[in-house]
């Protein structure tokens, strides 16, 4: 269900430091016409189609030209937090974003700078994502292998959720025939025998455990796992370390204890 909240969000999402670009998102239902203020291209946003992006000026508070920039706009509800939405590409200097933050702050009393995590927090409150799917958009963040990334992406993409939503489907069907059979026992209808409805619940409970046994793996292929090299001075632990890793990582020498 989507929930219109009063107060619009500004937060960069990219990186602090210097790159070659900057990008301050703002979400919530001011957040077009926050934008324009600030903005001066060629059409109002309020008047642009949704997904669409435009080139022109920053302006800050003493009207000065902040930077140039580009602004996407997304409309609600199809933007990722399910609210109108604004993404301002700036030039990549650290500068340049806090005073275009700065900037849109000081455009009302409704417009404050977003909580860790909040964009994300608003697309689940809204239904742009499940509870399984806000977790993955840190995996795939934080993803460092070509594992972690394709099992991030496999959860970000639905493939849990998918799988929960059939096991629960399958305990309502399952549930429905109990209820039938309470229900109407005395009279003579039809239903599931009970060793055809016990194995159903049998499968679904195998279904489950395949599921959980699956966390551990997960675990290794997103956090990897902490390897401890023990033994005696000199036997051999740093050559073994570099030849794992391919690069001189460790110090190699016949002196003990280096």
């Known amino acids: 269900m989507y ?5 619009t969000i500004v937060a ?13 998102r703002v979400s919530g239902k001011e957040a077009i016409q926050i934008v324009d203020r600030v903005f001066q291209g060629r059409k109002k946003l309020a008047k642009v189609p949704s ?16 930077d140039d920039a580009l602004v996407s706009v997304f409309l609600k509800p199809h933007s990722y937090t399910g609210e109108d939405s604004c993404e301002i590409s700036t030039h990549g200097s650290p500068f340049i974003a806090q005073k275009v933050v700065a900037s ?5 009393e409704h ?18 994502i499940d509870l399984a799917q806000a977790e993955a958009v840190v995996d795939v963040i934080a993803a460092s292998t070509e594992a972690a990334l394709r099992g991030a992406r496999n959860q970000l993409d639905g493939a849990l959720s998918s799988k929960v939503s059939d096991l629960r489907k399958q305990l309502t069907e399952a549930l429905v025939w ?17 060793q055809e409805l016990m194995q ?4 679904i409970t195998r279904e489950l455990d395949q599921l959980l046994a699956t966390y551990a793996f997960g675990r290794i292929i997103r956090d990897g796992v902490n390897v401890a090299l023990i033994g005696k001075p000199n036997v051999g632990k740093s050559s073994v370390l570099n030849f794992l890793l391919k690069e001189q990582r460790a110090i190699v020498s016949p002196i003990p204890g280096t």
């Open 51 to 66: 997904h669409t992006i435009h080139y022109g000026k920053i302006i800050g508070p003493n009207q000065e030209i902040v």
């Open 111 to 128: 417009v404050r700078v977003a909580m860790p995590g909040e964009f994300t927090k608003r697309a689940f409150l809204n239904g742009r």
């Open 200 to 203: 159903r619940v049998q499968a």
């Open 178 to 194: 109990i209820e039938l059979d309470l229900d109407f026992s005395d009279q003579d209808v039809p239903f599931l025998r009970a």
């Open 3 to 7: 929930q219109d909240y009063d107060d």
């Open 104 to 108: 849109l702050l000081q455009q009302g």
């Open 12 to 24: 960069i999402a990219t990186p602090m430091g210097i790159g070659a670009l900057h990008i301050i």
